[in-house]
């Protein structure tokens, strides 16, 4: 990607991700779930900003998306066909 403003929103997508996974393996998660959820809300944050920023950023046009759509072939072998 040439856009900075793409890297620094990946970036923190990338940071709240696994503020997420470390917060959701923590021994606290069992005891108080508060900072697993508030974890995953950042991240969903950060990762909606990116996705918006893509959608209007001409350096990123060639970029997939985060996450596959539902719909999305799940093998090499289905894109072949």
Known sequence: MGCSTCRNLERAYEAGLSEYVEARASVC???STVLAAQK???MERARYELEEHRIVCAS???VPAL????????S???LAA
């Open 60 to 62: 990123a046009a060639s």
């Open 29 to 31: 998660y069992r005891v």
């Open 67 to 74: 996450l596959p759509e539902p719909d999305a072939p799940r």
């Open 40 to 42: 995953n809300v950042d």
């Open 76 to 78: 090499l072998r289905q």
